[in-house]
C-alpha cells in the first residue's frame, strides 16, 4: 500500500477539522463489490475522500471524525485466522492507523452505537448502495432520501481542500500520466488495419499492467470515435478511418490521468482527417494556452467553440456570424460535451460530491446542448489540475434530428454535413495544472500533432 507522510495525513486531517470547527463526520470507506457472488469480486477502489485524509487502501473501514476534539477513530477488524488462510498475513490495522495520524481503532460493531439513532452527522452523499443502506439503517431514513441528508458544509469543506493540488500530488499525477502516455504510445504502435480494436485494448492494458497500475475509467478506445463513452472494442479497423483512444492509469498513489489522442488506423491522415485533425488540435493547444489563474473556464469552453465554428465555417459546414452562432449553441452539434473538468484522485474529480460544488460554485449551469456537459465552469486558481479536451464530431443521429427539426437551419449546410455521417469523430486531450501565472501540462509529451503520431506510428 502506497502511503505518503504521517504529516501529510495529519495536515489534511487538520485542514478539514478547522473547516467544519464542530460536529460529527462520517466518512465510510468502500466494502468488496460481489460481481456474481460474495467472493467473486471487481478489483476493490478505495473512496477517495477517506484514502486523501485516512490512507489506508483496504476494504470495510470507517473513520469518525469529532471536529470539537480532533479525535480520529478508525472504525474495522483485524483479519481472523479464518480470513488468512484464504488471503495471507496482514498487517494489524494499528500498523496502518499510525502511519496515517489515526488516534484509535475500534471494532465495526462499535459504530452503531456511535452513531445510530443521532442527527446532525455530517456524511458525504453515499454513491454505493451498501452506505445508502447503512445510513438509512442508522439514521432511520429511507435509504433512497439518505442523499438528501448529506451535509452541504461537509462537501464544501472537502472541495475547498482537495481542488488544490499539492507538490507530492502533481508529482504522482506526473506519474499517472507517465503511465498513460506508455498506454497510449503502445496503442499507436500497435493499430493497423485488419486488427480487432480488442486485441489492441489488450495491449493498452499490458502496458498499464505492466506498470503495477489499474485503470482510471473504462477504455475507450474505438472507430467509432463519435460515441463519446464507447466501451465496445469489437470493431476491425479498416484503413482509411480515424480510430480515437481516450485512455487513462490510476497509480499506485490513486491519482488519475487521463488523455485522449485519435490517431489514423493506417498510420497516415487522409486530407479531410488533417484539415479536421488541425482545428481540433488548434482548439486544443489554444485553449491551453488561456489556462491561467482568474479566467473561467466557462470562458475558455465558449474560446474553444469559437475556433470551431470559424474553422467549420471555412470547410462550409457552417454560416453565418459565429458569435450569433455560439449564443445559438451551433457549437454543440459538433462537441456535445463540456472542454473539461477537474481531475486528481478520480477522474472526474470529487463528481460525487455534486458538480455544483466542484465545478460551478455560484455560477449557473446553461441548458444549451454542449455547454450543459461542461463539468467545469468557474473561475481558475493556481493548483488545480483540469483536462482539455476538445473534440468534433460527426453524429449521424444527431444531425439528422437536428436536421428534421429544422434546427439552426440558418447557420448549418446540413447538405454538406451528409457528407461526414461516416467520419467518426476526433478529440484530444491533456492533463493541466493551473499554475502561480500560467499553466504546465503534466507528463512527458505525448505524440500529438500530425507529424509526430505519422512518425511514431511508420517507424
Ligand atoms: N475520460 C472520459 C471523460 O473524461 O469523460
Ligand atoms: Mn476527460
Known sequence: MQLFSQKTYADRQRKLIEKMGEGLVWIPGNTESPLNYTDNIYPFRQDSTFRYFFGINLPNLHIVL???????????????????????PQKPLAHYAEL??????????????????????HYLPPYRHDHMILAGRLFGLDPNQIKKHCSDKLIQA??????????????????????TRHMHMTAMRQTRPGKYEYEVVADIRKALESQHSQLA??????????????????????????????????????????????FPVNG????????????????ETDSIALVKPGITYRSIHIEANKI?????????????????MVREGVGGLFMPHGLGHMIGMDVHDMENLGEQAVGYGNMERSKQLGLKSLRLARTLEEGFVLTVEPGIYFIPELIHKMRQEGKWSSFVNYDVLEDYTSFGGIRIEDN????????????????????????????
Open 100 to 121: 496515517c495520524h489515526i488516534d484509535e481503532i475500534k471494532p465495526i460493531a462499535a459504530l452503531e452505537e456511535r452513531l445510530g439513532g443521532q442527527k446532525g452527522i
Open 66 to 88: 469529532d471536529c470539537a476534539t480532533g479525535k480520529k477513530t478508525l472504525y474495522g477488524n483485524d483479519y481472523s485466522i479464518d480470513d488468512i488462510i484464504w488471503v495471507g
Open 217 to 262: 475509467y473504462p477504455v475507450i478506445f474505438s472507430v467509432n470515435g463519435q460515441t463519446l463513452h464507447n466501451h465496445h472494442h469489437d470493431n476491425k479497423m479498416e484503413s482509411g478511418r480515424l480510430v480515437l483512444n481516450d485512455s487513462g492509469a490510476e497509480n499506485t498513489y490513486g491519482y488519475a490521468g487521463d488523455i485522449t489522442r485519435t
Open 158 to 179: 472537502i472541495v475547498d481542500i482537495r481542488s488544490y493540488k499539492s507538490e507530492e500530488e502533481i508529482a504522482q499525477m506526473e506519474d499517472a500520466v507517465n503511465i
Open 308 to 324: 470551431m465554428l470559424e474553422g467549420l465555417k471555412s470547410m462550409g459546414m457552417v454560416k453565418g456570424d459565429v458569435e450569433d
Open 432 to 459: 493541466v495544472l493551473v499554475t502561480n501565472q500560467s499553466h504546465q501540462v503534466l507528463g512527458k509529451p505525448i505524440p500529438k500533432t500530425i507529424v509526430e503520431i505519422e512518425e511514431l506510428m511508420n517507424a
Open 268 to 283: 497516415r491522415f487522409s486530407g479531410r482527417q488533417k484539415e479536421l485533425y488541425a482545428l481540433v488540435l488548434k482548439m
